[in-house]
T-cell receptor
């Protein structure tokens, strides 16, 4: 089954304790992205990657890191989490069609992170 | 990418058609209309997209006006499981970062 998976689904942590949220897709998609969703603010893009070893900042990258060493995986790293990073996080992927056109995005189930 | 305007909420009776409107008066010629939905904090789910012609798939139909300034998503026979927030998004296929800009969406409540 084609899917985007995220782990963990729920995480409660404390300020300053480094954490990683994993994202994996089995559709051989070139593009992967991370969004966060907060009440009243909708989904906002954190980072994205157009292919292996190619990453770039989205709208709200501060406090986050990503890496893309393999095509299927795109982990989100919070080196020193703070309470304002408490949010619902979604990973997404899509394929790159010809002539630089993006296909539809498929989203993971979400990771609910609470930073105390 | 163009901005969209949707009603905040709508109700629909189970088994009836749900018609969700979206205004996108500033849409440009190369921008597509996308619809996603989000069921209670789950990951957004792609529904359908179109450029200028009406589109239909197994989930829904998309009707785009001739001037492309508005569109309507139609769920032909709404079920309780269609209760969700529906997002209308306008974007070009070549936009930098492939970012989807989710607005407030329409909260559809399907009632028995």
């Amino acid at each position: 089954e084609a899917q985007v998976t995220q782990n963990p689904r729920y995480l409660i942590t404390v300020t300053g304790k480094k954490l990683t949220v994993t994202c994996s897709q089995n559709m051989n998609h070139e593009y992967m992205s991370w969004y966060r969703q907060d009440p009243g603010l909708g989904l906002r893009q954190i980072y994205y990657s157009m292919n292996v070893e190619v990453t770039d900042k989205g709208d709200v990258p501060e406090g986050y890191k990503v890496s893309r060493k393999e095509k299927r995986n795109f982990p989100l790293i919070l080196e020193s989490p703070s309470p304002n990073q408490t949010s619902l996080y979604f990973c997404a992927s899509s394929s790159l069609q010809g002539q630089g056109r993006w296909d539809t995005q498929y989203f993971g189930p979400g990771t609910r992170l609470t930073v105390l | 990418d163009a901005k969209t305007t949707q009603p905040t909420s709508m109700d629909c009776a189970e088994g009836r058609a749900a018609n969700l409107p979206c205004n996108h008066s500033t849409i440009s010629g190369n921008e597509y209309v996308y619809w996603y939905r989000q069921i209670h904090s789950q990951g957004p789910q792609y529904i359908i997209h179109g450029l200028k012609n009406n589109e239909t798939n197994e989930m829904a139909s998309l009707i785009i006006t001739e001037d492309r300034k508005s569109s309507t998503l139609i769920l032909p026979h709404a079920t309780l499981r269609d209760t969700a927030v529906y997002y209308c998004i306008v974007r070009g296929h070549n936009n930098a970062g492939n970012m989807l800009t989710f607005g407030g969406g329409t909260r559809l409540m399907v009632k028995p």
